[in-house]
């Protein structure tokens, strides 16, 4: 059984940083590919980034240069630190990953980013 839990989101300034982590079970971890997504109020949910097996990386522009995403696979953890804070950055984040083709998402985690 595949469960992706996330931790980490909360309310910060403008201009702050959090660190959003994703414990994964159930899968490879190591071979697996791992996103971060994002959903915010009235808006589709959107890749916000990629981290592949060899640890490649990359980014939707509305992040990039802001946002870092990392992977432990001793700890089966996958992490998004996210710096310069910006209140459009105010949505539920997810953790997501397939396994034969199917894909799996976390429960989310609530980023709110207000003075």
């Known amino acids: 059984q595949v469960q992706l839990v996330e931790s980490g989101g909360g309310l910060v300034q403008p201009g702050g940083s959090l660190r959003l982590s994703c414990a994964a079970s159930?899968?490879?971890?190591?071979?697996?590919?791992m996103d971060w997504y994002r959903q915010a109020p009235g808006k589709q949910r959107e890749l916000v980034a990629t981290i592949t097996r060899g640890s490649n990386t990359n980014y939707a522009d509305s992040v990039k240069g802001r946002s870092t995403i990392s992977r432990d696979n001793a700890k089966n953890t996958v992490y998004l630190q996210m710096n310069n804070l910006k209140p459009e950055d105010t949505a539920v984040y997810y953790c997501?990953?397939?396994?034969?083709?199917?894909?799996?998402w976390g429960q989310g985690t609530q980023v709110t980013v207000s003075s």
């Open positions: 159930g899968i490879i971890f190591s071979f697996s590919v």
């Open positions: 997501h990953t397939k396994r034969a083709s199917y894909g799996y």
